[in-house]
């Protein structure tokens, strides 16, 4: 398969991608799909229909069908841990039963739903002016970045996400807040990541020291509700979810919950809306109308058969700055593996390095890499039709027309003797104009996509947030690996806590590598300074 995939790669990066255009004009429908709302064209790509149909192969050969039923049905797909993955619950509004162990889950899930909407109204309708969300990774990344997103809908208390066990993030955050009118969310799947339970600390101690009780002033979300009663947050005020919910794919369920609070709980559940439209598509289309199918495959075509190594996400949405940092977790952490499900090694690369910033201020810093650097990044772009500034009509269009313009610039690039025109205009001559020219020369042929869809609405981001949910896991399943451990997270944890104490000076640094002791020794020279 890979084989075939890697001979036709050989042909195609010969051809021109505009060439394609030339030889179809049909190619833009051809090589694009409408699904839920969204317009994904990947037209702009060397991608034709014999490397689809390859890249299609891939998906029959992984036996795709069998592990998306086995995902959707409760079956335990994470091997590794014995855990189902069934985040799709979460959003499973108006579906049926989820089995797990023969057991509907749907009963417990729409319960935790109601009890987060009564806090929800509950906290809207209060005195409180600012939440402030303490978690970390999948615990943070997926409410901090829809709370960016969804501004315009954010009618509710402000919220504040501190992840960074750096002590600038809680007291930056803290500073300005007003102790009685602040509610903490301890958002922790395990509540034992040192990170969050140091945030919490801190948190309380900073209550106590105001003087403010801190009764009522915590909730907790968690899987380990145990963990949570003992650290002092009674049980009605902690938001319990399984341990088939993965952190990176939290955000539907309790880890939600300074969304619902920020923009109501109606927004949150036309978000839920959003992500259920994507998985039924996703359960029921041909692969080659299936979205988050082609864009995993056409991923893998950059990735895995190209070899370009990084793959920049570029949001032409200033409030979607967060989702680079969301999807970096979402798909480094689930896909960066290296063996497969059984312990064999990889036989291709895993998943890429995923990057990016928002358009046009990534035009401004690293686009000149893009274009005209020696490395090929194939870019993802996306953009919305509508703003949601309707005074501001104008920003929008040039938002829109950037947008478009650079994956036509990637396309089409600009020829030497383009370039020479260019200088000649500009009254160079000779050699002068022969190196100048040469500097203003774009080879163009650079792959890119786009995903466009109407507005922002909570209900579009929660189908863009389950179509790359989904994308990860087609992903996974052709390379045979688990997406839903993360043990390469484990190492640099035990090592922490281990230096803990060498940082401190309780405990002494021998038996640690030269670098370390080195290292050490420069904290020593300086911390009590
Ligand atoms: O260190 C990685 C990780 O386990 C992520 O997978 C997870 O999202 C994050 O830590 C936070 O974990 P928790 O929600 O248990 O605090």
């Known amino acids: 398969m890979w084989d075939d995939l890697h001979a036709l790669a050989k042909t195609a990066e010969r051809r021109r991608i505009e060439d394609l255009f030339a030889e179809n004009d049909k190619r833009a429908g051809e090589f694009s799909l409408t699904a839920a709302g969204l317009l994904f064209d990947y037209s702009k790509t060397q991608i034709d229909e014999q490397i689809r149909a390859a890249l299609i192969a891939l998906t029959d050969a ?52 109601d009890r987060m909407e009564a806090l929800a109204r509950e906290v809207r309708g209060s005195d409180v002016t600012d939440v402030v969300n303490i978690g970390i990774g999948g615990s943070d990344l997926g409410p901090a970045m829809a709370y960016t997103a969804l501004a315009p809908y954010c009618d509710g208390p402000r919220c504040h996400f501190v992840s960074n066990v750096d002590g600038a993030d809680i007291a930056d955050t803290l ?19 040192i990170e969050t ?14 003087g403010v009780s801190t009764d009522g002033r915590f909730v907790a979300l968690s899987s380990n509700k145990a963990a949570a009663g003992e650290w002092g947050i009674p049980e009605s005020r902690t938001f319990g979810f399984a341990d088939w919910v993965g952190g990176r794919y939290s955000m539907w369920g309790p880890i939600g919950l300074s969304l619902m609070i920020a923009i109501g ?52 949405d200033n409030r979607l700055a967060r989702l680079p940092a969301y999807l970096q977790q979402l798909e480094m952490e689930s896909n960066g593996k290296r063996v497969s499900m059984d312990g064999a090694d990889l036989s291709v690369n895993s ?22 650097g020696t490395r090929i990044v194939p870019c ?33 690039g600009r020829s030497l003797d383009e370039a020479r025109a260019i200088m000649a205009d500009k009254g160079a001559e000779g050699d002068e104009l022969e190196r ?16 466009i869809y109407p507005q922002l609405t909570p209900e579009i981001l929660g189908k863009i947030v389950a179509l790359y949910e989904h994308r990860v896991f087609v992903e996974g399943v052709i390379l ?29 640094a021998e038996g640690k590598d030269g670098s370390t002791r080195q290292l050490v020794e420069f904290v020593h020279l300086h911390r009590d300074r």
């Open 62 to 113: 992984a036996g795709l069908d069998a592990r998306r039923t086995a995902m959707f049905t409760g079956a335990a797909i994470n091997e590794t841990e014995g855990r189902a993955v069934l985040h799709t619950a979460l959003r499973n509004l108006d579906g049926g039963a989820v089995h797990v162990d023969g057991e509907d889950v749907m009963p417990e899930v729409l319960e935790t739903l």
């Open 175 to 193: 500073r300005g807040l007003d102790p009685e009118t602040t509610l903490f969310i301890v958002a922790s799947k395990t509540f034992t990541t």
């Open 197 to 210: 339970m140091t945030n919490a600390r801190t948190a309380r101690a900073w209550l106590m020291d105001k």
């Open 265 to 316: 709980p109606e927004g949150f559940r036309a978000f839920l809306r959003g992500g259920q439209e994507m998985d039924r598509h996703f359960e029921t289309a041909l692969p080659h109308q299936n979205m988050p199918v082609l864009l995993a495959l056409v991923g893998m075509w950059h990735n895995q058969v190209l070899g370009h190594a990084t793959r920049a996400v570029l949001p032409y």
């Open 351 to 372: 998943g890429p390095v995923v990057w990016g910033e928002p358009g046009t201020n990534g035009q401004h810093a690293f686009y000149q890499l893009i274009h005209q």
């Open 380 to 412: 993802e772009f996306m953009v919305a039709a509508k703003g949601h500034e309707p005074d501001l009509r104008h920003h929008h269009d040039l938002l829109v027309a950037n947008c478009l313009a650079q994956s036509e610039a990637l396309m089409r």
């Open 436 to 451: 100048q020219a040469r500097h203003r020369v774009f080879p163009g042929n650079r792959p890119s996509t786009t995903l």
């Open 480 to 508: 045979g690996i688990n997406s839903f451990d993360q043990w390469g997270v484990e190492l640099g944890k035990e090592l922490a806590s281990s230096l803990g104490p060498v940082v401190t000076g309780e405990a002494s």
